[in-house]
């Protein structure tokens, strides 16, 4: 069983950056697939980016790129999302997410463990 915990949420203005924390359980991020999702009210769950921690790849979800940018530092268990030039499109409750065995994936239903999320507002 793994838990995740988000941090790092909040209101912001457009154009302005947030970090996003991800604290993983004990023995977590090893050969592990963490991610980072973003669900907006009305809309659908959407990927924003995802790390394989076994060779440090990752992949983005197409609105993100170029401004986002996921790491993580396995001596914390911790998987970061750092945002810049956010825009209020980007509002959303962000979760974070990991599988249990498998390689690098956007694909929500691969992923067997997920966090209780933080929000991020932002605002033009």
């Known amino acids: 069983q793994m838990h995740l915990a988000e941090s790092g949420g909040g209101s912001v203005q457009a154009g302005e950056s947030l970090r996003l924390s991800c604290v993983t359980s004990?023995?977590?991020?090893?050969?592990?697939?963490v991610a980072w999702f973003r669900q907006a009210p009305g809309r659908q769950r959407e990927a924003v980016a995802a790390?394989?921690?076994?060779?440090?790849?990752?992949a983005y979800g197409d609105s993100v790129k170029g401004r986002f940018s996921i790491s993580h530092d396995t001596a914390r268990n911790t998987v970061y999302l750092e945002m810049n030039d956010l825009k209020p499109e980007d509002s959303a409750m962000y979760y974070c997410?990991?599988?249990?065995?498998?390689?690098?994936?956007?694909?929500?239903?691969?992923?067997?463990?997920w966090g209780q999320g933080t929000q991020v507002t932002v605002s033009s």
């Open positions: 004990a023995n977590t991020l090893r050969n592990n697939c």
């Open positions: 790390t394989y921690i076994g060779d440090g790849s990752t």
């Open positions: 997410a990991a599988r249990a065995k498998g390689g690098l994936s956007l694909d929500p239903v691969l992923f067997r463990y």
